[in-house]
């Protein structure tokens, strides 16, 4: 009597079959503009973090552009000039992020952040090229922001009201 035997994959684990999409965070990041050419300058900064259908936390905040809102932006956005006229300019927001590239890169456009933590993927005037190169972008913020002790939501929160790096110098001098 001759048995046949077969060689089969071992069974999958659970492993095998990757993390679910409800287990992985997204951070959802959008700026609003005076326009699109290269003088267009921030007028506000929105973040949304994400998990499994349930929001984590947010980030929302007008910026003053230090220009001129166009009209048809204006109608396009809702933002007026009058309305970002005593908000923060973006030196001053977000600090927990905006402390970190401020002699890194020339502006905080997509197109140099992208080049400057060298995202796989380069912007380009479509969508998702755009939302690609946004999440290297965020990878190399937050590699930044853990470096620096930030490795949770509250540790993000607390770490955007900390001083500036000049100040946090300066105590340093005078003690």
Do not use: Y
């Amino acid at each position: 009597m001759t048995i046949a035997r077969t060689t089969s994959a071992q069974q999958p684990s659970l492993e095998d079959l990757g993390t679910p999409l409800a287990e992985v965070t997204f951070c959802v990041v959008d700026l609003e503009t005076t326009g699109s050419g290269p003088e267009a300058a921030i007028t506000e900064f929105g973040a949304v973090k994400v998990r499994g259908g349930e929001v984590l936390g947010e980030f929302g905040t007008l910026v003053n552009p230090q220009t001129h809102i166009p009209a048809l932006i204006a109608m396009l956005t809702g933002i007026t000039n009058q309305m970002v006229a005593q908000s923060p300019i973006l030196g001053e927001v977000p600090p927990g992020f905006q402390t970190l590239l401020t002699d890194d890169v020339p502006n905080c456009k997509l197109e140099p952040l992208a080049r400057h933590f060298r995202a796989a993927t380069q912007p380009n005037p479509r969508a998702l090229s755009d939302a690609r190169a946004t999440v290297d972008v965020l990878h190399g913020l937050l590699e930044r922001v853990g470096n620096l002790g930030v490795l949770t939501l509250e540790d993000l929160k607390e770490f955007e009201h900390r001083v500036s790096p000049q100040r946090r110098a300066k105590r340093v001098w005078a003690q």
